[in-house]
């Protein structure tokens, strides 16, 4: 037993030959409070405890954060992706409707334009025919039922 602690022994000043000539260990054992601390051992034992035991619940805290940070970034990712999709799935049907509204109202006014042309058209040309009945001395009860098509020049009234 006394070989193996001697030999502990000098792993463990081996170790702390090593600590003590680290040059970080060095500069910082030779600052204010690097020489603090030497003339305490009792407030660097506190120091060196309240270290050791916070690092578990620092380590538990920034793991918490960062998870939560990818979290949310994923989250806004992801809810801007589903906000984007019913944007445009919202944006396709309006556009839908208004495309069946026009054709609606395309029909509409095509089918006013048709009619009322026709009303023009069947208003007017008994007017003419009468007139030229008139002139021609034919009566209105004679006469060919009107035309509805002006253009078609070709059609004779008695």
């Known amino acids: 037993m006394s070989k ?29 409070v690097g020489q603090y601390l030497d003339d305490h051992p009792f407030v660097a034992l506190s120091l060196l405890v309240f270290i050791a035991v916070s690092a578990i619940p620092v380590a538990v805290f920034l793991i918490f954060v960062i998870s ?30 208004l495309g069946v509204l026009s054709l609606a109202v395309s029909g509409v006014l095509s089918i ?9 058209n069947y208003w007017h040309t008994p007017n003419s025919l009468v007139k030229k009945q008139e002139a021609n001395g034919n009566s209105l009860l004679q006469s060919s039922p009107p035309v509805l098509d002006p253009s078609n020049k070709n059609t004779k009234s008695e």
């Not at 502990?8 to 003590?20: A, E, V």
């Open 4 to 32: 193996e602690m001697q030999e502990l022994q000098k792993q463990w000043h081996f170790m702390m030959q090593t600590i003590h000539t680290n040059s970080n260990v060095v500069s910082f054992m030779n600052s204010r």
């Open 68 to 97: 939560t940070t990818i979290v949310a970034c994923m989250g806004v990712v992801v809810l801007e992706g589903v906000v984007i999709s019913v944007g445009g799935i919202a944006l396709l049907c309006v556009l839908c409707g």
């Open 112 to 120: 006013c334009y048709i009619a009322l042309s026709t009303l023009i």
